[in-house]
């Protein structure tokens, strides 16, 4: 996106002239810093495709309903195609006197075919311009970050599928818990996002509505067809009230919100990632591709990429904080407080487009270190929970004595500088005086995890059936 605000004079009363979409009123021109804290073209040109689409679509249905002639929605469509162009070939001139985009276009307009340009603006106003070429915008911002967020899942399944059967401690407050398989650790990610793409959906289904004919906020004395407009501009219908049409920006909200929740997933991840590739776990390494090393220390492959993962979080969530302050308590229906709703959705949208490739080349570089995976797996008594299973099962003690039993041993076992599977069986049996032999099949962290096959436990077989039905639906 270009800022440049460089070329403007610095001169705060620098009067120019009139504007000429309300120079009618306006006798005299803005002054300069008022231009500069009005003006929105430096960050809403992003809208210039959108916003051609939309005054397309209003020039052909109002050619249609007899508003406009033939001959004037010819010579409107022409200069319209021909702005696009000096647009996306970067050769338009953009001047903060002319505030945004839509007057750049129209004002542009003017200079290319005349008189007929006045007429585009016919039964429209900016605030219902401004809401169509957002929810435009979004809607293709969306539909290109599905597919990114499916990349990203498709990494961690071909990642699970290699380490379905890979033991590694599974943790709650980052204590080893229970052995789990590394696959099932990463399905777990593949799940939350599920359920992001779930919410970018919802999103995307409920901002499908055109604002377009709302004009400034009760519509227009104009026939103008709103389902016309709706239909070719790819909406599922018109919205339904004119105020709500240039007052919402809940659409905008709800992607931010689902927007935050996902980088909150990611950043989640991220920090696996850094703790996980640190000497002290080393339980995978990183390759070249995502990180960095350090100009003095030698030995040194930091985790950079997740580390700014984890803390693009923070400016989603801040940008998320934005424009729910900024729309809190604003009267129906527009407000140039609204103008500050941009932003933080295209600093967003611009993290997203970086935290999710980088997510997705993080997991396809990783190599799971897996010796010292299965070693962790056996270490802080992780079978502890499998012991208090077999004695309930084997010699049918209820579960809180199991539990009780348990922990004298694993008591036993800390005394002794022993995992579970070193102490004797004389030493388990002065303890609990029916555990046998058979014992020790369930202190290995390879049974441990291969006996979870609860539907969604973490057995290889759970795992693999969750990896098939998450390719299914993919
Ligand atoms: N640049 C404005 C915005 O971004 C467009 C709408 C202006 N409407 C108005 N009534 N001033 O919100």
Redesign the pocket.
């Known amino acids: 996106m270009t800022d440049d605000r460089s070329g403007q004079k610095d001169s705060e009363d620098a009067n120019v002239p009139a504007n000429t979409l309300w120079g009618g009123r306006f006798a005299g021109g803005a002054s300069d810093i008022m231009q500069r804290i009005n003006a ?1 073209i430096f960050f ?1 040109q992003r809208f210039y495709r959108q916003d051609i689409a939309g005054s397309r679509a209003h020039c052909n249905m109002l050619v249609a309903r007899g508003i406009l002639t033939s001959d004037d929605g010819n010579a409107i469509l022409k200069g319209l195609d021909q702005i696009e162009g000096e647009i996306s070939g970067g050769t338009f001139e953009f001047d903060a006197a002319k ?4 007057m750049h276009v129209e004002a542009r307009l003017a200079e290319i075919i005349g008189e007929p340009a006045g007429r585009l603006h016919t039964g429209r ?3 219902d ?2 809401a169509l070429d957002f929810r435009l915008w979004l809607r293709d911002e969306i539909d290109a970050l599905d597919p990114a967020l499916a990349r990203l899942q498709t990494a961690l399944l071909d990642r699970a599928e290699e380490h379905a059967d890979t033991v590694m401690p599974g943790f709650t407050h980052l204590q080893a818990a229970q052995p789990v398989t590394f696959g099932h650790h990463l399905m777990a990610y593949v799940e939350m996002l599920n359920r992001d793409r779930g919410r970018f959906t919802d999103c995307r289904a409920r901002l499908n509505e055109s604002p377009l004919g709302a004009a ?1 906020l009760a519509g227009t004395s104009f026939p103008i067809d709103r389902e016309a407009t709706a239909a070719e501009l790819g909406f599922d219908r018109p919205s339904a009230n004119s105020m709500d049409a240039v007052a919402a920006r809940d659409f905008a909200m709800e992607y931010l919100a689902a927007a935050a929740i996902l980088s909150v997933h990611l950043s989640r991840l991220a920090e696996e990632i850094v703790n996980w590739s640190s000497a002290q776990f080393n339980f995978v390494s990183l390759g070249d591709g995502f990180t960095t090393g350090s100009s003095i220390m030698p030995q040194k492959r930091n985790p950079d990429a997740a580390e700014l993962v984890r803390a693009k979080a923070g400016r989603v969530i801040g940008d998320l904080n934005a424009l729910l302050i900024v729309m809190k308590g604003l009267p129906m229906t ?1 407000s ?1 407080d ?2 500050e ?2 932003e933080p959705v295209f600093e967003v949208a611009d993290t997203l487009t970086l935290t999710v490739p980088a997510m997705t080349g993080m997991i396809g570089d990783l190599t799971a270190n897996k010796a010292v995976m299965a070693a962790a797996a056996g270490q802080g008594f992780a079978t502890a929970t499998d012991l208090a299973d077999w004695l309930v099962r084997a010699l049918g003690l209820p579960f809180r004595q199991a539990h009780h039993v348990t922990g004298s041993l694993v008591k036993l076992a800390e005394d002794r500088g022993v995992d579970l599977d070193g102490l004797s069986l004389a030493d388990m049996q002065a303890v609990e005086g029916g555990i046998t032999d058979a014992v020790f099949a369930v202190l290995g962290v390879e049974n441990s995890v291969a006996s979870r096959v609860s539907q969604g436990g973490t057995a290889p077989s759970q795992v693999r059936a969750a990896i098939a039905a998450a390719r299914r639906s993919l």
């Not at 505030?99 to 839509?102: A, K, L, P, R, Y």
């Open positions: 929105s809403d505030e945004d985009i839509h106003s900016r605030n311009q401004v400034a527009y140039k609204m103008q709703d941009k």
